[in-house]
């Protein structure tokens, strides 16, 4: 009973899941297309300029606590309140030093509108913590309906303000305020629904648990972010704004699914796994299958994207953006692999090796640099070409523990995930084919849409894949 109970846990905790991702992404994407169609590449290269300085301070702050605390069987108040009071001064602190380094910054990027931007957008670092509770305590009680429905409304507010401001001229600021404003109606309905406020002093004992578990993670976390934001500060230094709004396009479309996976199943898998943690068994079984319909659902998607990318870059945001099509359909066959990556870390963290973890990711960054270092000198081609190679051997590197926790390596992974890629890659060839043969773009994107997704769920059904009744599974009452 209490298996069949996780088991309808998980399934609702998808589901939501799911519809959160789902409505959130779609609605960033047609915001976005509305968006690309009235704001330059410049525009958009400027407002990811900063992007690195506030992810480093997002961790600092203390996100790697929250992880901690959503694992931690025994939960007290005292540690909910003593991560609060933490992630709430540091966020101060980070504000204050970014407040003072933006005139730095705005020069280092010979990018004068960055000064105000970031004295503006670093706000979120006074209010943010304040939600982070909140957040935390429905994640632990498996409720995603609340996030899911609150993320919708303020995606909505956000689209209304950005579209607006963008249409009335504001250009790179209606970037900004729309996302703050977005932010601020998301913490009020936090705070109403939740109804949490510290009711413990900072706690030493608290402190320590959870420093403990997430300063490797912090560690592990800042190497990935610093690591993930090389590209861009290189770009954005080195070459032109527009460059760099283009490969950020590119990146941010073909991340769209991808990460919508990961955040799905991140989300929902880690607390899910959390609570079988002790039964092996078990684990591996649930860990296995997650594994194989995570793949069974975005590997496809990431290759008809890569199929189609050309056609709907034009029909999306028009030939102004022409130029991320290719890097569009390159980065689709590295961001594929990212969900699968997430699966085999959030069991490092279920099983509460944050050590290892922490070892995984300066290992992986160190052959990232080189392999960045002497791609993205030959342009930004070669270097997403780079970006699927250092992809591909993070699997390798990802699985290694994984066989020793659980003894599902990376030979057993792959031999599970080898029918899907190899269909997917199929119906690729099939979709992409397409749209070399007929010359309408309306006709490339619908054919090919409906050409290769026709090819693949019809050969998985021919072969009778396991993965389908699992998807079967999910859909059904």
Same mark, same amino acid.
């Given at each position: 009973?209490?298996e ?6 998980t399934?609702?905790? &998808?589901?939501?899941?799911f ?11 047609v915001i ?5 169609r009235?704001?330059?590449p ?9 992007v ?5 301070a997002?961790?600092? /702050?203390?996100?790697?606590f ?14 909910i309140? =003593?991560?609060?009071?933490?992630s709430?001064?540091? #966020?101060?602190?980070?504000? !204050?030093?970014?407040?003072i380094?933006?005139p730095?910054i705005?020069?280092?990027y010979?990018?004068p509108?960055l ?6 957008? $670093?706000?979120?670092? &006074? ?17 995603f ?7 919708v ?6 689209? *209304?303000i950005? *579209? ?12 900004t305020?729309s996302?703050?404003?977005s ?14 406020y510290?009711?413990t ?11 403990g578990?997430g ?17 861009? @500060? ?11 709004? %283009?490969y ?12 919508? /996976?990961t955040?799905?199943l991140q ?6 796994l959390?609570?079988?943690q ?11 299958? !997650? &594994?194989k $319909?995570? $793949?069974?659902?975005?590997f496809?998607?990431?290759m008809?994207?890569a /199929? +189609?990318?050309?056609?709907l870059?034009? @029909? ?8 991320? %099509?290719? +890097? &569009?359909?390159i ?10 990556? /997430? ?18 990711? *300066?290992?992986?960054?160190?052959? #990232?640099?080189? @392999?960045l270092?002497?791609?993205l ?8 070409l ?5 992809s ?24 599970d995930?080898a029918?899907?890629f190899?269909l ?6 099939i979709?992409w084919?397409? =749209?070399?043969?007929i ?8 054919l ?13 059904w021919?072969?009778?894949m ?5 998807i079967?599974y999910?859909?059904s009452?």
């Amino acid at each position: 009973m209490a298996e069949q109970s996780l088991k309808q846990k998980t399934k609702k905790g &998808l589901y939501w899941k799911f519809a959160e991702q789902f409505a959130t992404y779609g609605m960033q994407f047609v915001i976005g297309i509305v968006l690309a169609r009235l704001l330059s590449p410049s525009d958009y290269g400027i407002i990811a300029l900063p992007v690195v300085f506030y992810s480093v301070a997002y961790i600092l /702050a203390g996100s790697s606590f929250a992880t901690a605390i959503i694992r931690k069987p025994d939960l007290k108040e005292e540690d909910i309140s =003593t991560a609060f009071y933490y992630s709430t001064a540091v #966020g101060i602190v980070f504000y !204050i030093l970014l407040f003072i380094a933006s005139p730095w910054i705005a020069d280092f990027y010979n990018a004068p509108v960055l000064k105000p931007l970031i004295r503006v957008s $670093a706000l979120v670092f &006074l209010y943010e913590p304040i939600g982070t509770p909140q957040s935390i305590i429905l994640q632990r009680r498996l409720d995603f309906k609340t996030p899911a429905i609150i993320r919708v409304v303020c995606n909505i507010v956000s689209g *209304i303000i950005g *579209i607006t401001m963008a249409y009335y001229g504001y250009g790179v600021w209606s970037l900004t305020i729309s996302s703050m404003l977005s932010g601020i109606v998301g913490l009020c309905f936090m705070l109403y629904v939740v109804r949490w406020y510290p009711k413990t002093g900072w706690s030493k004992e608290s402190f320590r648990y959870l420093w403990g578990f997430g300063n490797k993670l912090m560690v592990s976390s800042l190497l990935n972010t610093v690591y993930n934001n090389i590209a861009p @500060i290189v770009i954005g230094k080195y070459y032109s704004t527009a460059d760099l709004g %283009v490969y950020n396009r590119a990146y941010n479309y073909a991340k769209i699914p991808s990460e919508n /996976a990961t955040g799905v199943l991140q989300s929902v898998t880690f607390p899910v796994l959390s609570k079988i943690q002790e039964d092996e068994a078990a684990l591996a079984q649930n860990y296995r299958r !997650i &594994l194989k $319909a995570s $793949a069974f659902v975005i590997f496809p998607v990431m290759m008809l994207l890569a /199929a +189609l990318a050309h056609p709907l870059i034009i @029909i999306m945001i028009t030939k102004k953006w022409e130029s991320c %099509v290719v +890097l &569009l359909q390159i980065i689709c066959f590295s961001v594929m692999w990212y969900p699968i990556h /997430a699966i085999n870390l959030n069991l490092l963290q279920v099983k509460g090796r944050s050590d290892w973890f922490m070892k995984l990711e *300066i290992i992986k960054k160190v052959y #990232g640099v080189i @392999i960045l270092g002497v791609t993205l000198p030959f342009g930004l081609i070669v270097f997403c070409l780079g970006s699927v190679l250092s992809s591909f051997i993070s699997l390798v590197v990802n699985t290694h523990y994984t066989g020793r926790l659980i003894h599902l390596g990376f030979l057993m992974q792959l031999k599970d995930l080898a029918p899907t890629f190899f269909l997917s890659l199929m119906t690729f060839v099939i979709s992409w084919s397409l =749209t070399q043969i007929i010359s309408n773009i309306w006709l490339q994107l619908v054919l090919g849409g409906i050409a290769g997704s026709v090819f693949y769920f019809g050969v998985a059904w021919l072969l009778k894949m396991n993965q389908l009744s699992d998807i079967k599974y999910l859909f059904s009452r």
